[in-house]
């Protein structure tokens, strides 16, 4: 059972505008939310995080956004750029709710961003 | 670089035969872990650790052994391995475990034929 999803495979946008990914999640434990950036032949590295207290974190371009009551996560690049291009994941994990998650993140399936000149 | 090695890059073996791949760090963090990446399902976890001989199993744990010896190096075995175990096995470390996030090394391109 997927317990977060991605369900854009992939996003195609031109080069300026916002590109917005989105993620669900299911598990009302998660309250921590992060995303990572992955390049071909790389590991994934990390880019944005947001705990379950806020709705919005913000990072230069990138700015998380968290709807709770829909279990619903969106990540905005605005402006986008051809550098952007790379594959997504959104990962979730409990914090330490009377035991200790030791880190464990459960990753989307991941969004394919492309974006062209 | 965050000091985090993997290797093999790539690795081909034959179904049945025994494979170790091995995660090297020079951070000194506490937690490890291995995850793999499969088109469709993302990364899942398949063991982590929280300190010298300390592991537990993730998500897709089966037909996997880890050990953790030192905290600069945690392996991966495949007991057997077989064709559903084709796929590109990642390491990650983190300092605390939660709330920041994981440093992933580069992976390795497991084929098993």
């Known amino acids: 059972d997927q317990q977060v999803k991605q369900n854009s495979p992939s996003l195609s946008v031109q080069e300026g505008r916002i590109s917005i990914l989105n993620c669900d999640y299911t598990?009302?434990?998660?309250?921590?939310f992060l995303w990572y950036k992955k390049y071909p032949a790389e590991g994934p590295t990390f880019l944005i995080s947001i705990s379950s207290i806020k709705d919005k974190n913000e990072d230069g371009r990138f700015t998380v956004f968290l709807n709770k009551s829909a279990k619903h996560l969106s990540l905005h690049i605005v402006p986008s750029q051809p550098g952007d291009s790379a594959v997504y994941f959104c990962a979730a994990t409990p914090t330490n709710a009377g035991g200790t998650s030791y880190g464990k993140l459960t990753f989307g399936q991941g969004t394919i961003l492309t974006v062209h000149p | 670089d965050a000091g985090i090695t993997q290797s093999p890059r790539h690795k081909v073996t034959e179904t049945g035969t025994p494979v170790t791949l091995r995660c090297h760090q020079t951070e000194n963090h506490r937690y490890m872990y291995w995850y793999r990446q499969d088109p469709g399902h993302g990364l899942r976890l398949i063991h982590y650790?929280?300190?010298?001989?300390?592991?537990d199993k993730g998500e897709v744990s089966d037909g996997y052994s880890v050990s953790r010896s030192k905290t600069e190096d945690f392996l991966l075995t495949l007991e057997s391995a077989t064709s559903s175990q084709t796929s590109v096995y990642f390491c990650?470390?983190?300092?605390?475990?939660?709330?920041?996030?994981?440093?992933f090394g580069s992976g390795t391109r497991l084929t098993v034929v």
């Open positions: 650790s929280y300190g010298v001989k300390d592991t």
């Open positions: 598990n009302s434990m998660f309250d921590y």
């Open positions: 990650a470390i983190s300092s605390t475990g939660q709330m920041s996030g994981y440093t």
